[in-house]
């Protein structure tokens, strides 16, 4: 069973700052089986990327994808208001079929 | 547009029953992928289970297995979660989500608002 690891926990950061988030697989995977989604508080999730790096539609492109093997970063270049949120990385396998991380919540510093 | 639309949750006692159901529409139900994932009071997202288009394929997590089966009635665009023998970790809301399939590769591209289930005595 494939264990999504994200990092930070919690990231704290200013309205223009890049973020970086990390999503650090067990073994190694296929690109192509990598999802990021965002939450906001109350909100169903959203997808942002799949493919570990294709933009779902309507998503901005400050959000951008990348990685391989077992490391995988979702990184916002230059945050807006609206992004701070929870972010979940998640693997597309076999079983269990969908793995998700446990999660880096983006705050306002 | 595509929506999905959960009901049926609630409190429940432990050992009991619940069948949630998820109404679809803005997109042509039967050639989908359908899953339930849910998320626990303050924590992260956990898929539960899933079904193809035909409903020949299914797949549910280890936590739920035997306890919880899912269904779908592609004439009336709907999915369904029978929760039975409920316990206290299932108190969660539960989202029905799209898959979207392609090159053997899902994700879920689209969202319910989700449905709360508390079980408590």
């Known amino acids: 069973e494939i264990v999504l690891t994200q990092s930070p926990g919690t990231l704290s950061l200013s309205p223009g700052e890049r973020a970086t988030l990390s999503c650090r697989a067990s073994?190694?995977?296929?690109?192509?089986?990598l999802a990021w989604y965002q939450q906001k508080p109350g909100q169903a999730p959203r997808l942002l990327i799949y493919g570990a790096s294709s933009r779902a539609t309507g998503v901005p492109d400050r959000f951008s994808g990348s990685g391989s093997g077992t490391d995988f970063t979702l990184t916002i270049s230059g945050l807006e208001p609206e992004d701070f949120a929870v972010y979940y990385c998640?693997?597309?396998?076999?079983?269990?079929?969908?793995?998700f991380g446990q999660g880096t919540k983006l705050e306002i510093k | 547009q595509v929506q999905l639309v959960e009901s049926g949750g609630g409190l429940v006692n432990p050992g009991g029953s619940l069948r949630l159901s998820c109404a679809a529409s803005?997109?042509?139900?039967?050639?989908?992928?359908m899953s339930w994932i849910r998320q626990a009071p303050g924590k992260g997202l956990q898929w539960v289970s899933y079904?193809?288009?035909?409903?020949?394929?299914?797949y549910y997590a280890d936590s739920v297995k035997g306890r919880f089966t899912i269904s779908r009635d592609n004439a009336m665009n709907s999915l369904f979660l029978q929760m039975n023998s409920l316990r206290a970790e299932d108190t969660a809301v539960y989202y029905c989500?799209?898959?979207?399939?392609?090159?053997?590769?899902?994700?879920?591209?689209?969202w319910g608002q989700g449905t709360l289930v508390t079980v408590s005595s």
């Open positions: 989500a799209r898959d979207h399939c392609t090159n053997g590769v899902c994700y879920h591209d689209y």
């Open positions: 803005g997109f042509t139900f039967s050639g989908d992928y």
């Open positions: 073994q190694r995977i296929s690109s192509s089986y």
């Open positions: 998640q693997h597309y396998g076999s079983s269990p079929r969908y793995t």
């Open positions: 079904i193809s288009g035909g409903g020949t394929t299914i």
